[in-house]
């Protein structure tokens, strides 16, 4: 539903989802965005647009048939200081009293804007790097599309963060 407003990538292109987006391409897309979010603020619509993926894609407990500890993983990200962004990862376990919740800010001054993704064979998830130093940021249900999509947004977020 969701993403039907939305250009989507083909998957296989984990490397550099965003890689080879030509400034028409850009601007459509951005365009789509603003008209999905009603806003004229790119970075809001991209923000709005990230975190309704991660809400979209989020690692629940149902997902997880079969694994010992089953939690549901949630993700909110927020703007902080100038060329940052703050993620906050939700850890829920099976009974609703168990909750652990982490924050992160995330500087990307001078880090390549292009989110990289992994969804390894046999895994129950996807799992967007780190544009800082590679390791893991955040894990998503195992889904190429949702995977690129996120990675897509993110990267635009990330240059458009980038530009101060």
């Known amino acids: 539903m969701l993403l039907s407003g939305c250009v989507a990538l083909s998957p296989g292109f984990a490397s550099e989802p965003a890689a080879g987006v030509s400034s028409a391409e850009q601007a459509s ?34 997902y997880q048939v079969g694994q010992a500890r089953r939690q549901d993983l949630l993700y909110q990200l927020r703007l902080g200081a100038p060329g940052e962004l703050l993620l ?36 129950i998830s996807c799992v967007l ?16 599309q949702g995977a690129a999509e996120l990675a897509k947004a993110l990267s635009f977020l990330i240059r458009n963060l980038q530009k101060g």
């Open 29 to 62: 897309y951005l365009a789509k965005l603003k008209r999905l979010y009603l806003t004229e603020n790119e970075r809001q619509a991209l923000l709005a647009h990230s975190n309704d993926l991660l809400k979209t894609y989020a690692l629940r407990a149902a």
């Open 88 to 123: 906050r990862e939700e850890t829920r376990g099976q009974q609703e009293t168990q909750i652990a919740v982490r924050n992160q800010r995330i500087a990307l001054f001078g880090v390549d804007p292009f989110i990289r993704y992994d969804c390894p064979n046999g895994s």
């Open 129 to 144: 790097l780190n544009p800082v130093d590679g390791s893991p940021l955040l894990s998503i249900v195992r889904d190429h």
